[in-house]
């Protein structure tokens, strides 16, 4: 197939984009990426050196066509997010109609902002094929973990914006079940049932890692969050609940990653005076493997939001993938995972105290090794790369039939 992709996000930024895009070259398929300057995830949150004061440009990597167009860097603040999502949103547009090359289907790749796929629907509409919208993040429920109210202009004209842009998809596909509910019952679309294609890990978390030694006392029980560290992912519930651990306990808290709570975290940790967290800071993804080895459990919490609710976060398909039981601060999606697979505990979100019982509760039990077989088992069972591959390609190739 001649696949045309829209995302704002692709290498050398720290999304999976790449990776998807190119194993289906590997595959057989064509592949044209529309995306922006490099910016997320760099140093500063700026546009790379290489790339700056560029206006349109191509590339090409592992096979993969590369369309780049200029946008806001995001740098930091909100004045700054939003002026990058809207630089990209109408850059690539503009890109989108001028594009004439011949393509079969469209796949819109759609972490935050919604607007990334719109590029991908422009073309899909000008040329009438069809195109599948593979939803992460749902919008505007993200605005609300990032503290805007739902009566704000921003958030109303957001609904406006995501309900016309999911409408005009031919095809969703979700990383959890449960977003179909919020597509019907938050936004009123009347939609197709979305197809369920739950995100893999990195096969680097699949094989068997050396502990890292540093920070990890012998003889603690050593419990890790990893990953970003802002305000939707509500680290501070970890900071809060390390505070309410009985005296006695042996848990260590670990915290690996940054962002924009990250100061914020360490303050509270330093005001409560706290001697059982750990702040490593951002590691490169290949020495995560060695962090997630020397954890006997890992931790996953999120701002109370409907995020929290519908989404399933990559990190626990990747905790999963690497045969770690899971304790996390969350409901719906997460916590069906979690019971079904019989590999964690959870309790409710942003629930510090809770959040130290079951921390309490996993310390002593003897079934640490059991909940970590049942993850590793439970991801082979739904989470594999090739099963994500066969369905994507099954979802694309049903759509190029349709468009013919």
Request: aromatic share 10%.
């Amino acid at each position: 197939m001649r696949i045309l992709v829209s995302c704002q996000h692709y290498w050398p930024e720290p999304f999976n984009t790449s990776d998807v895009c190119e194993e289906l070259v590997r595959r057989g398929h064509s592949v044209t990426v529309i995306t922006g300057m490099p910016n997320t995830g760099m140093e500063g949150n700026d546009i790379l050196p290489e790339y700056r004061g560029r206006g349109q440009l191509e590339e090409e990597r592992n096979g993969v066509r590369i369309i780049r167009v200029p946008l806001r860097p995001r740098k930091s603040g909100a004045l700054n997010r939003v002026r990058n999502y809207l630089s990209f949103w109408h850059n690539g547009n503009k890109a989108a109609r001028r594009l004439n090359d011949v393509f079969d289907v469209v796949l819109g790749y759609q972490f935050s902002p919604v607007m990334q796929v719109d590029p991908g629907i422009t073309y899909a509409k000008r040329h009438g094929i069809k195109n599948l919208l593979y939803c992460f993040d749902l919008w505007p429920a993200s605005l609300l973990a990032g503290g805007f109210e739902e009566e704000s202009l921003p958030f109303r004209w957001m609904r406006s914006v995501s309900r016309r842009i999911y409408s005009d998809a031919d095809r969703i596909a979700v990383t959890s079940p449960l977003f179909d509910e919020y597509f019907r019952n938050e936004l009123g679309l009347h939609i197709l049932d979305s197809a369920y294609l739950p995100q893999y890990a990195e096969s680097t978390f699949l094989g068997a890692a050396e502990p890292i030694s540093e920070g990890f006392e012998p003889g603690k029980v050593h419990l890790t969050f990893a990953g970003n560290v802002g305000r939707a992912q509500s680290v501070e519930t970890i900071i809060e609940a390390a505070a309410r651990m009985p005296e006695g306990s042996n848990i260590i808290f670990h915290v690996v990653g940054s962002g924009s709570t990250l100061d914020s975290c360490k303050e509270k940790a330093r005001e409560l005076k706290l001697k059982n967290v750990v702040f490593h800071g951002r590691r490169p993804l290949e020495e995560m493997p060695a962090y997630y080895a020397a954890s006997d459990a890992m931790l996953v919490t999120f701002a109370d939001s409907p995020m929290a609710t519908y989404t399933l976060p990559r990190k626990v398909t990747t905790y999963l993938a690497a045969g770690k039981p899971v304790l996390a601060a969350l409901s719906g999606e997460t916590k069906r995972v979690l019971d079904e697979s019989g590999c964690g505990i959870a309790c409710g979100i942003e629930d510090a105290e809770g959040l130290a019982r079951i921390c309490y509760e996993f310390e002593r039990t003897e079934r640490k090794a059991e909940m970590g077989a049942a993850a590793r088992a439970y991801y082979i069972d739904n989470f594999t790369k090739e099963r994500f591959f066969s369905k994507l390609e099954d979802l694309l190739r049903e759509l190029t039939e349709k468009g013919e």
